[in-house]
């Protein structure tokens, strides 16, 4: 049953983000559909990444994820909000680029003898887009590409990195994704590749309005704070986006929690009854990092033992009625995986069953056999 209300409260909002996300009843949507959904699926562990989109719909494993993504192209892995590496609709990449391009620049996290100017930045960025046309590359190959076209300085190793130095142009790694002249393309054996996706970014207002409202679809009611949050910028800027937006009739004020928030526009029906249910969901899931009040996700307990110094994600988290109710570990040996799971309460024996189905839906997605261990989680956040 669906109510049309004013007036939200979190167990509401909880229920009808979960509902949207394949996360109470799941669906049969592709791959693409449900990262859509999301609407953007962390993956700089892609195994993750292939965890989180197959728990949201039914008769999927991580074959059908990679060939979304290698296949088909319906998927595209490249870097995505807040300038670390997502999974996005491929449909949907000229409304990201566009976005994500239009973003105002953050604080400069180089050192001063490290860092280019916008004109530098601007000739990297040509080098990367004529270097990947037509072409996979590795980094290496990439990088000579760029110094060649770019010049020399480009290639300064002057970024510290893992065991040592990387060269100057790979800070604007990210920018280039974000503009659209850079992705991920298929392993050559062990070692990464890139290419150029061939789309034309969306113009920005009307790209920034459009993922203001994929935001508030999938999340909402949120706040410009929240928002700002998701894509690690100033809350001040993404106020006066919402205001914008606001104006031109797209989103809608409701009160939230006893406070102003925001929703699509129309969009004020949510579920009169609260989730039921046990969920695991992998590391950076999108629903743990993007969902807010945090506090409210990650009630008593959870916000010290499934958070880490107050972020999302590093934990994979047993949720319980729509909440955080523990943490969870996976061990693979062949096709044996290991699923430790630490509750944080004692379970009922209806949610240890459903934990047990939980389990095996873990093991169908990365095919393998998962065996179901109930006791205590001894790594550590993102192990």
């Not at 719909?57 to 074959?63: S, V």
């Not at 100017?117 to 990947?132: K, R, S």
């Not at 790979?170 to 280039?176: E, K, N, S, T």
Request: glycine share 10%; charged share 20%; proline share 7%.
């Amino acid at each position: 049953m669906t109510t049309r209300t004013a007036s939200v409260t979190w167990t509401a909002a909880n229920a009808r983000r979960m509902a949207r996300q394949g996360l109470t009843a799941p669906g049969r949507l592709g791959p693409a559909d449900v990262v859509g959904t999301l609407p953007a699926a962390h993956a700089q562990v892609l195994s993750a990444a292939e965890l989180s989109i197959g728990l949201r719909t039914t008769g999927l494993t991580r074959a059908g994820v990679r060939d979304a993504l290698w296949k088909d192209r319906t998927l595209v892995k490249t870097f995505g909000p807040r300038g670390t590496v997502h999974l996005l609709p491929m449909s949907e990449l000229p409304l990201w680029t566009g976005a994500l391009s239009a973003l105002p620049d953050g604080r400069n996290p180089f050192a001063k003898d490290a860092r280019m100017t916008p004109e530098q930045v601007e000739a990297v960025l040509a080098a990367i887009e004529e270097a990947l046309a037509g072409a996979e590359l590795t980094v290496d190959e990439l990088s000579e590409a760029v110094v060649e076209r770019a010049g020399a300085w480009a290639g300064d190793l002057v970024m510290p990195a893992f065991q040592g130095m990387w060269p100057r142009w790979r800070q604007v790694m990210h920018l280039a994704g974000h503009r659209g002249v850079l992705c991920f393309a298929p392993d050559r054996g062990r070692k990464v590749t890139y290419t150029r996706p061939g789309v034309v970014p969306l113009d920005g207002p009307e790209a920034l309005a459009g993922l203001v409202r994929r935001y508030l679809h999938a999340y909402g009611p949120a706040t410009p704070a929240h928002f700002a949050k998701w894509l690690a910028l100033s809350p001040a800027w993404s106020a006066e986006l919402f205001a914008g937006t606001a104006a031109r009739g797209e989103i809608e004020q409701v009160t939230y929690e006893g406070g102003p928030a925001w929703v699509v526009a129309g969009d004020t029906g949510f579920p009169a009854e609260p989730v039921h249910g046990v969920r695991l969901l992998p590391y950076f899931d999108a629903f743990l990092v993007a969902s807010q009040p945090r506090e409210q996700l990650f009630p008593g307990a959870a916000y010290t033992r499934a958070l880490a110094g107050g972020q999302a994600g590093n934990f994979p988290v047993l949720l319980v009625d729509g909440t955080a109710a523990g943490v969870w570990h996976q061990r693979r040996s062949g096709r044996r995986i290991a699923v430790t799971v630490e509750p944080l309460a004692p379970l009922t024996a209806g949610q240890l069953r459903e934990l047990e189905a939980e389990v095996a839906r873990v093991g169908e997605v990365l095919e393998g056999n998962a065996e179901l261990t109930v006791g205590k989680v001894t790594v550590g956040a993102h192990a």
